[in-house]
């Protein structure tokens, strides 16, 4: 059974970085055949791409994002992991990781989503 | 950046069918998927590559994808069809979604 857990802090300060990991269990995220991506929620609001990264490591992000976007990969621990700088209050929302197909870019698993709140 | 616009919230009578509509500029040449959302939780596939199921997901949800409009069509609706619906396409290497709608059982 595929599953995905984000985990990191609840509570970030203005104009600091948020870092988010995502632990994939079931699945192989050495596999070719998924994207690894992030998606977030603002509260209320509609789902929002973050982007996705390759198992090789290659990225690709949302324009709106990419210059605040990095993200990683560490096959070793199966996981995943994203960072977002110089966050404001509009970066708070629920972060979800998720794995897309490399056949057809559709989101099959996602995890629960952590929320993510930006305040001093 | 391409766009997909779907409408704030669609009605349906219990045991009735619902059909969502997801619109954008030459929808048809693109792969359509849906997902469904209870509050609270994450979102869930319910149809890919425009009118398939997952596993799991019963026969009353399908889809369909033409020119500008892709639908998603809820047959004997029930009341645990109550949820926000999203369609989403990939574009120009890049995930979109449509804004959301919100599904009511009556």
């Known amino acids: 059974q595929v599953q995905l857990q984000e985990s990191g802090p609840g509570l970030v300060k203005p104009s600091q970085t948020l870092s988010l990991s995502c632990i994939v269990s079931?699945?192989?995220?050495?596999?070719?055949?998924?994207?690894w991506s992030w998606i977030r929620q603002h509260p209320g609001k509609g789902l929002e791409w973050i982007g996705y990264i390759y198992y090789s490591g290659s990225t690709y992000y949302n324009p709106s994002l990419k210059s605040r976007v990095s993200m990683s990969v560490d096959t070793s621990k199966k996981q995943f992991s994203l960072r977002l700088s110089s966050v404001t209050a509009a970066d708070t929302a629920v972060y979800f990781c998720a794995r897309a197909r490399t056949g057809g870019y559709y989101f099959d698993y996602w995890g629960q989503g952590t929320l993510v709140t930006v305040s001093s | 950046s391409y766009e997909l616009t779907q409408p704030l919230s669609v009605s349906v009578a219990l045991g009735q069918t619902a059909k969502i509509t997801c619109g954008g500029n030459n929808i048809g040449s693109k792969n359509m998927h849906w997902y469904q959302q209870k509050p609270g939780q994450a979102p869930v596939l319910v149809i890919y590559r425009d009118n398939n199921r997952p596993s799991g997901i019963p026969e009353r949800f399908s889809g369909s994808n033409s020119g500008i409009t892709a639908t998603l069509t809820i047959s004997r609706a029930q009341a645990g069809d109550e949820a926000d619906y999203y369609c989403q396409v990939w574009d120009s290497n890049t995930g979109v979604f449509g804004g959301g709608t919100k599904l009511t059982v009556l």
């Open positions: 079931g699945a192989s995220i050495s596999s070719g055949a998924y994207y």
